[in-house]
């Protein structure tokens, strides 16, 4: 999932070597933290949020095959 979330971020933004993936796992979810440059944050979150959306719809889908939700923050 980690490996997903890099190959659809990487290509948005202008500094790909700063995009970085943490995960968080507790006993019911599993948290993916997104860490970007501070200039490429509006890049992946887009125009009214739309870009986060679309990368948090794809995520979920990807995340439906387990038994823990998946969660995505993007953070600065």
Known sequence: MKELIETIV???????????????????????KLNVNKSDMGKVIGKQGRVAKAIRTV???????GQKKVFLEIVE
């Open 10 to 32: 990487k290509p948005l933004v202008d500094f790909p070597e700063d995009v970085q993936v943490d995960v968080a796992e507790e006993s019911d979810r599993i948290t993916y």
């Open 59 to 65: 995520v979920y889908a990807a995340g439906t095959t």
